[in-house]
């Protein structure tokens, strides 16, 4: 039966991601009995985040958190902060963070959480609070063995501060480990900022070479120039890629000899988005869809990519940096067009993998280098790609598919092992 709060259309993340389970039941052999786990959240919590605004009015946000997987360890997924969250969208994103953990073998659930807020119309101050009272809230099931928030779209190392400030405060010791992602001074990992892009880097060169694609000159397009977005554009400049086109909130940009990311990100810093940037040509939004690649990086927000693009995108190789970007008729038609999709589940990995490495050097208090963690974090994405990759050999079914069934059954075998309480 399906879920009587939640009324997932075939576009929207949670009906993406439940049609995304019934591609792997058939792979799954006896543990397909324990499907149904993954089609439901364990937990959600939706909050009231009341804040007084600057000017004295006092302001109401819609706040979650949804753990949909505590089973192999404790929840672990980002905060966004974005005006079209919902608990539906929130449920979706938990839902992939247990996949991926349990595709590169950490030892964790999936939780993810939000807040319905446009934070750019919030003064600093007036983020501070919202980050406070939404902690306050939410810090009955969070916790360094409960479930360990990190940044996501418009959250950073500052917004994790306050939240580990906040539930320090009111556990009454400093507890570090309750969230990842956080600034260098107060327990963050060297690497962590840039780890998903890197993530992103990693999974998308080792694609690319067992496909024959020289990363060398090759014209790479991306959407979202953020987090994740900016640190994957840079890698791939630095192997010898062209970035010929960028979008973002603000609009798209093209330059066919490759845009200079050492003047465009000062631009973007300066003025908010890509838009107005001199040495590039703004295009209209629809067109950056059309552009001649032979990497395409959707690294913004989920379903992008569905039926009608998919049928127009010139890559040969798409690396998912956003979770979800791509709809489920997106995604079969890019296969049958036989374009390469590296699926978020482990393409945007890197991030929760240097998470993990934080909250271990948290707990440790004894932290690694740059080149440690980045050794790490390397070896980790290509052993567990190569084994998504054999799997996908062995079924005959894409690699998206491919991460699902590693990643259920190391969840669901969890689930059996555990049984079930009482
Ligand atoms: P961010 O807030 O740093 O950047 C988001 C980017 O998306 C910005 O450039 C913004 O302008 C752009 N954007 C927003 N709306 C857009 C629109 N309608 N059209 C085009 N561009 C738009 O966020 P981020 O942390 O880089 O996250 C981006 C994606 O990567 C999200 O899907 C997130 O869930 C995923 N992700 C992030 C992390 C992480 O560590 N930050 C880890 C895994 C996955």
């Not at 964790?108 to 009272?133: F, M, N, W």
């Not at 810093?269 to 629809?286: L, R, T, W, Y």
């Amino acid at each position: 039966m399906s879920l009587s709060y939640v009324h997932p259309s075939p576009e929207s993340p949670w009906g993406t991601y439940l049609m995304q389970v019934d591609r792997v039941i058939p792979y799954l052999g006896s543990l397909a009995k324990w499907a149904e786990t993954l089609k439901r959240p364990k937990r959600s919590l939706i909050v009231d985040v009341p804040i007084e605004l600057d000017n004295g009015n006092v302001a109401h946000y819609e706040g979650f958190r949804v753990q949909h997987s505590l089973t192999r360890g404790p929840g672990k997924g980002g905060v966004r902060y974005h005006p079209d969250v919902t608990l539906e969208e929130v449920m979706a994103l938990a839902a992939w963070m247990t996949i991926k953990n349990a595709a590169v073998n950490l030892p964790y659930g999936g939780a993810k959480g939000g807040i319905r807020v446009d934070p750019k119309q919030l003064s600093l101050k007036e983020l501070e609070r919202i980050t406070r009272r939404y902690t306050s809230e939410i810090g009955i099931i969070i916790g360094p063995h409960q479930d360990i928030p990190a940044p996501d779209v418009n959250t950073n190392a500052q917004v994790m501060a306050w939240m580990m400030d906040t539930y320090s405060m009111n556990v009454g010791a400093t507890a570090t480990g309750v969230v990842t992602g956080k600034p260098l001074h107060l327990g963050g990992s060297l690497g962590r900022v840039k780890a998903t892009g890197r993530g992103v880097f990693v999974t998308g060169r080792e694609a690319a070479r067992r496909i024959g694609l020289n990363l060398d000159g090759a014209r790479v397009a991306v959407q979202g120039l953020g987090n994740v977005g900016s640190s994957a554009a840079e890698l791939f400049a630095q192997a010898g890629g062209k970035i010929v086109a960028v979008q973002d909130h603000t609009g798209t940009i093209a330059n066919a000899q490759g845009l200079d990311l050492a003047d465009l990100m000062p631009h973007v810093k300066a003025s908010g988005g890509v838009a107005g940037f001199q040495a590039a040509e703004a295009i209209d939004n629809e067109a950056f869809w059309d552009v001649p690649c032979e990497i395409l990086i959707p690294a913004a927000l989920e379903g992008q990519i569905g039926a009608e693009r998919a049928r127009r995108i010139k890559a040969r190789l798409v690396l998912e940096g956003a979770n979800g970007p791509t709809t489920q008729a997106g995604d079969d038609t890019l296969a049958d067009r036989g374009i390469l999709v590296v699926p978020d589940v482990i393409c945007n990995a890197g991030g929760v993998t240097v998470s993990y490495f934080e909250w271990v050097q948290d707990f440790s208090s004894f932290f690694w280098t740059e080149d440690e963690i980045n050794l790490r974090l390397d070896k980790i994405l290509v052993g567990a790609l190569k084994n998504i990759w054999d799997t996908a050999d062995r079924h005959k079914i894409t690699l998206r598919t491919a991460t699902f069934a590693v990643a259920c059954e190391r969840i669901l075998t969890a689930r059996q092992e555990r049984g079930l309480y009482p």
